[in-house]
């Protein structure tokens, strides 16, 4: 590394060249702004301990803040957005919002403006609300197609069909009620009671109590 008199001084801005640590150390190779000059410095994160901490390294060509605390190590403090364009929408300074944006879109904003509020987005569409206003509820959709848990019940929408699969399902209700122009079962229908206004069948055998 070539220094030069007196440049380590300062804070300073830098352009991101590679985020590929040959050293696998989690370093950052950036060229000073203002110099030209080009190192490998080691990133600050908010929690780095053995074998855990958060990880979210500046991409290629990101500017980021260089500060030395000694000319032979310096320290990424952090990333700048370089212009009024270059952060998302999301990122606007809005009091009790708070945001994090991967590049290739994935979201998920802390939001407690109207009560305490969790959204994660996928780029193609996805998304998981939770929410705790009007008593709380949680809400996975995509499209048309949800399934939201709330103080009112559990409702699944779909367009499309509803597979359960399971080696036993149980259900325990006080009513079920199933709103179909057909209900078709395979195999053997078994209950205690069975009310009616017709039954059509192609053979029916009698039990106990039954009249002709």
Known sequence: MNHQAGVLQALHLGRVLDNSDPETRGRLQVEILNTGMQLWATCMTSSAGQGYGISCLPKVDE????????????????????????????????????????????????DDSDGPKVNIQTSSGYHLTITEASGGEIKIEKGSESVTLSTSGISIVSASTVDVQASQVNVSAGMVKVDAAMSQFSGVVKCDTLIATSVVGTSYTPGAGNIW
């Open 63 to 110: 500017i980021v803040v260089l500060a030395f605390l000694s000319p032979e190590l310096p320290v990424v403090l952090g990333a700048v957005w370089s212009g009024g364009s270059s952060h998302p929408g999301d990122a606007q300074a809005v009091e009790d919002k708070y945001s994090l944006i991967s590049p290739q879109g994935t979201r998920v904003i802390l």
